[in-house]
């Protein structure tokens, strides 16, 4: 099945600044890429997602990049801000056999942005 | 208003009780989903349901089932078989199955085994 692995798991930035998330995942058969991000206490919540037949996407502060050949996406935020800090989840699916139907998700990385 | 819930917020069991997470979504999704999640780590995929009366293991489905027999609800047993229940379960629905579409998360239920 699908595994990813998501890098770093702890991200401190001050405001203002850029904040970079990277995935990896195994199963090439994979085609959909979210990232949500949740908040203490909370449910997560999709930010943005981007499909296998796309190489980047942009949403105002935040785009997401994917390389299929090397199997790794990225989610990107730009100028930072307190509340951007949260507790932030990529996941891989599409794939066929036993991936068909799931969502995998990365450990997720903690975002702290400092004022 | 249109999403999905979950009760209890705060739930307590004692061992070897069996305990229901409920999850409702009136958002007319398919698919349904359970997932646990511990600190520090991701999300698991419990059981999840394409459509209504079926359903299918995920990852870490020992020790816990579930039934889909209405398609706007889909209840979790956590039974007494399951070694360490204590985590934060959520439920979450897609408008279709197959994986790639977006998941809507509800609040989660902490349950904490006493």
């Known amino acids: 099945g699908e595994n990813v692995e998501q890098h770093p798991s702890t991200l401190s930035v001050q405001e203002g600044d850029s904040a970079v998330i990277k995935c990896t995942y195994s199963?090439?058969?994979?085609?959909?890429f979210p990232w949500y991000k949740q908040e203490l206490g909370k449910g997560p919540q999709l930010i943005i997602d981007?499909?296998?037949?796309?190489g980047e996407k942009k949403d105002q502060r935040i785009a997401v990049t994917l390389n299929k050949t090397a199997k790794h996406f990225s989610l990107h935020i730009t100028e930072t801000q307190p509340e951007d800090s949260a507790v932030y989840f990529c996941?891989?699916?599409?794939?066929?056999?036993?991936?068909?139907?799931?969502?995998?998700f990365g450990q997720g990385t903690i975002l702290t942005v400092h004022p | 208003d249109g999403g999905i819930t979950q009760s209890p917020k705060y739930l307590f069991r004692k061992e070897g009780q069996n305990v229901t997470l409920s999850c409702e979504q009136n958002?007319?999704?398919?698919?349904m989903y359970w997932y646990r999640q511990d600190p520090g780590q991701g999300l698991r995929l419990i059981y999840y349901?394409?459509?209504?009366?079926?359903?299918q293991k995920g990852d870490i489905a020992e020790g816990y089932s579930v039934s889909r027999e209405k398609k706007e609800s889909f209840p979790l047993t956590v039974t007494s078989a399951q070694k360490n229940p204590t985590a934060f379960y959520l439920c979450?629905?897609?408008?279709f199955g197959g994986g790639n579409n977006e998941q809507f998360f509800g609040p989660g239920t902490r349950l904490t085994v006493l």
């Open positions: 979450a629905s897609s408008i």
């Open positions: 199963d090439s058969a994979s085609n959909y």
């Open positions: 981007i499909r296998s037949n796309v």
């Open positions: 996941a891989a699916s599409g794939g066929g056999g036993t991936s068909y139907g799931k969502l995998t």
């Open positions: 958002l007319n999704h398919d698919a």
């Open positions: 349901s394409q459509i209504v009366n079926d359903f």
